[in-house]
């Protein structure tokens, strides 16, 4: 299937927990609340500190149409709880995953939950053929995420955090598409 990044294929994923929708303007309140809070802040690669509403407007209005970004939100609730997506890499046929969520709700899976459907997504709907992501060295419970569906660590590099001001040591990760880990270990 050839990939289709119009980023008009953008519909709402569902899952045992969770409901995942596009992100709206109600949501401002919600943003700023998990992505003001520095322990959030400082494990994101692109979010300012301090962070408030003119920020989260931007984020609605500017990164959200250019990638495939969900809210988090639990069956039956609105309230965004965070954020999930996949950014289209330049020059590439490979989009990055992406993820946030309040502390009050770390550590239940819901973050690897939301992250089953979206990798489902980006393989089985957009078609693409390998999924990145990373995280800083000192934030491991995101390298359990990724871990857990099956991402595999592919080096070590410096990136830039915003609220932090500097490079990072981060690990840089990625997930092939199942066909493509299927060739590769009949080849093996
Ligand atoms: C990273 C983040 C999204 C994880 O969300 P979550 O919903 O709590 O994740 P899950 O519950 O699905 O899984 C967390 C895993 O990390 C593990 N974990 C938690 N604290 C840990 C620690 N200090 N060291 C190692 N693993 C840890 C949990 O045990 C769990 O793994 P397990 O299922 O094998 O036990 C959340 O912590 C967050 O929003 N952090 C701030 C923003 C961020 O880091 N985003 C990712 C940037 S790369």
Do not use: Q
């Amino acid at each position: 299937m050839k990939t289709d990044l119009s980023l008009g294929n953008r519909p709402d994923l569902a899952t045992e927990r969770l409901s995942l929708r596009p992100p709206n303007d109600r949501d401002v309140d919600a943003i700023v609340g998990v992505v003001g809070n520095w322990e959030v802040a400082r494990r994101l690669a692109r979010v300012p500190h301090p962070y408030g509403p003119a920020d989260a407007r931007f984020f609605l209005d500017h990164v959200i149409p250019a990638e495939w970004v969900w809210a988090v939100t639990l069956l039956g609730s609105d309230t965004l709880l965070g954020v999930i997506g996949l950014t289209p890499e330049e020059g590439a046929d490979a989009a990055e995953l992406g993820y946030w969520l309040s502390p009050a709700h770390w550590g239940s899976g819901i973050t690897t939950e939301a992250a089953r459907a979206v990798v489902a997504f980006g393989f089985e709907r957009l078609g693409l053929p390998v999924i990145t992501s990373g995280y800083f060295e000192d934030n491991p419970p995101s390298g359990r995420v990724l871990r857990k569906l099956g991402f595999v660590e592919t080096g070590h590099v410096m990136r830039p955090c915003l609220a932090v001001g500097d490079e990072v040591p981060s690990i840089r990760m990625e997930l092939a598409h199942p066909d493509a880990r299927i060739i590769t270990g009949e080849g093996c």
